[in-house]
């Protein structure tokens, strides 16, 4: 198993950062060019939801059915958990947490990996998924969509 960690800084308050990182839709705009959903729900994250999708990678790649259980979505803490699996990973545990900072707030994302002899490559492939979500995420909140 491995653990990838990332942190991210944002200019806003973090309830709305918390609002954009916990909206389907937001998380298919994000994710454009990198990740295509197919059956990713609207709306915004709920605990208990169990979401069976179609993920390819860059739109290129053949589909490959993917599962996300949301274990945790607490509002008041911002805290998201989610236990997944699909795509060649048996485990794909990811804490993310909002806080608040001095300029706005904090964006942390915490990804435990198991994926056998592969771990290490999507361990690789986690550091730039949540990573290249960053960029995305300023301009939504820039231009006000969230």
Do not use: N
């Not at 709920?46 to 390819?56: A, L």
């Not at 435990?112 to 492939?125: D, K, N, P, R």
């Not at 995420?137 to 006000?144: A, D, H, V």
């Amino acid at each position: 198993m491995k653990t990838v960690h990332l942190t991210h800084d944002y200019p806003v308050a973090p309830e709305r950062l918390w609002a954009l990182a916990t909206d389907y839709d937001a998380l298919a705009r994000v994710m454009e060019g990198v990740v295509t959903f197919e059956g990713l729900p609207g709306g915004r994250v709920r605990e208990g939801q169990k979401i069976d999708v179609m993920v390819s990678l860059f739109g290129k790649l053949p589909k490959q059915p993917y599962r996300m259980e949301v274990l945790e979505c607490d509002d008041d803490r911002m805290v998201l958990r989610s236990s997944e699996k699909g795509a060649g990973v048996k485990a794909w545990r990811h804490t993310m947490r909002v806080t608040p900072t001095a300029e706005g707030s904090r964006l942390t994302d915490r990804i435990e990996i198991e994926a056998g002899l592969l771990t290490g490559l999507f361990a690789l492939w986690a550091r730039y998924l949540y990573g290249a979500r960053h960029k995305p995420r300023l301009r939504l909140l820039e231009t006000g969509a969230f």
